[in-house]
Every structure is written in structure tokens, then in C-alpha cells.
Nanobody, 115 residues
Framework: QVQFVESGGGLVQPGGSLRLSCAAS????????MGWHRQAPGKQRELVAN???????IYATSVQGRFTISRDSAKNTVYLQMNSLKPEDTAVYYC?????????WGQGTQVTVSS
């Protein structure tokens, strides 16, 4: 089983910034891609950003230019730098990783953007 340690969520004003981090671990696992999805109340879970081994990144159109995903492969840790936050970014953000044994999800961290 993959263990996750997520941190960095919280309350921020519109226009502000937050940085999420997620460390994954587990014996016998290879972490191919790591990334973030989010789910707002009453909405489906959606991709925010993903990064694969080698550094290729994918972003949702709604966050492109404002969010930056990065990865420390030696630590199996993924980061999401979120700038120019908007109220519509409010959601639970879930870390995930595609491993050699399937897809695994973190427990989620709440991000609230409000004045």
C-alpha cells in the first residue's frame, strides 16, 4: 500500500498563493507519474496537473499559467505551486500517483480561496 503525506492546504485570499506538497512511499512501488486532482462541492473530480518521470507536465486549461507542478524524484515528492488563486480554485486537492501496481490516491487537503 502507498502511504502519502500531504501538506500545504489552507485558507487564502483571492490573488494569493499556496504551495502543496505530497510525499509518497511504499515498499516495492515504482512511482511513474505523480500529480494532483481536485474536487469542489457538487462537482466531479478533475485533473489539475500531472508530471511524469522525465519531467513532462500536463495542466488543466483553467490553471495553466498560474500553477506550477514540480517533482523531487529522489524523495518521491510532488509539489504544486499555486499563484493568483481564485475563488473557483476552492476544492479538496488530492495527490495521486500511477505506480507499477496501479493508481493510488492521497487523503486530500482542503484549499479555500475566499476574502
Amino acid at each position: 500500500q502507498v502511504q502519502f503525506v500531504e501538506s500545504g492546504g489552507g485558507l487564502v485570499q483571492p490573488g494569493g498563493s499556496l504551495r502543496l506538497s505530497c510525499a509518497a512511499s511504499g515498499s516495492g512501488f515504482t512511482f511513474y507519474s505523480m500529480g494532483w486532482h481536485r474536487q469542489a462541492p457538487g462537482k466531479q473530480r478533475e485533473l489539475v496537473a500531472n508530471i511524469i518521470i522525465g519531467g513532462r507536465t500536463i495542466y488543466a486549461t483553467s490553471v495553466q499559467g498560474r500553477f506550477t507542478i514540480s517533482r523531487d524524484s529522489a524523495k518521491n515528492t510532488v509539489y504544486l505551486q499555486m499563484n493568483s488563486l481564485k475563488p473557483e480554485d476552492t476544492a479538496v486537492y488530492y495527490c495521486n500517483t500511477q505506480t507499477n501496481r496501479g493508481l493510488a490516491w492521497g487523503q486530500g487537503t482542503q484549499v479555500t480561496v475566499s476574502s
